[in-house]
C-alpha cells in the first residue's frame, strides 16, 4: 500500500495563532484540496495526522471538529479524491501525552489501523515537530513552505537535515509523489 501522511493546519488549509476554531474559519490553502485528490487518484492512501490542541483549551468541542473534517473530505470527494483517515491529538503541549507530534503515538495508530509499517513513507508537514515525529518514526520527512514551513525551512541544517525534502506547498510536493519522486 502506498500511504502519504499530511500534517493539516499549514499544510492543507491556512493556519491561525488563535487557531482554526471552526467551519468557517478552516480555509484550504489553494491547490492543497486538488493535490490531495490527486495523491487518491495515483493510488496513494491519504491519511492525515494533526495536534488539535483546542480542544484541550476548550476553544472548541469535537464535533466542530468533526465538522472541520466533514469540509475537508467533501471538498476532496467533489474532486473524485477520499481522505482515508484522520487522526487527531486533543491533547495540549503539556499534557504529556505520546500522540501529540513530535510523539509518535499518531503514526504509532495509523500503523495499527492500516496494519502496516510507515517506515519509509511520506510524512508532509510544516514543522519542526512534523519532520521530528517522521524521522522517530522511519518516514521520509517532506516540509512544504506554506504555514509555518518558510520559518522551519531557516531552522534546518543544511549538512544534518539533507534528508527534508521541501517543497513551495502542498500541490508541489503531491506533484513530485505522484510523478515518482521517491
Known sequence: MKLVVLDRDGVINFDSADYIKNVSEWIPIPGSIE?????????????IATNQAGLARGLFGVDELECMHDKLRGLVEARQGRVGAIFYCPHGPEDGCDCRKPGT??????????????????FIGDSMKDVLAARRKGCRPVLVRTGNGSATEAQLDVDGDCDVAVF???AAAARALVNGFW
Do not use: N, T
Open 35 to 47: 493535490a490531495i485528490a490527486a495523491l487518491s487518484q495515483a493510488g496513494f492512501e491519504v491519511v
Open 105 to 122: 503515538g499518531l503514526l504509532d495508530a495509523i500503523e495499527r489501523e492500516y496494519g502496516c509499517s510507515l517506515s519509509g513513507c511520506c
Open 168 to 170: 513551495d506547498d502542498l
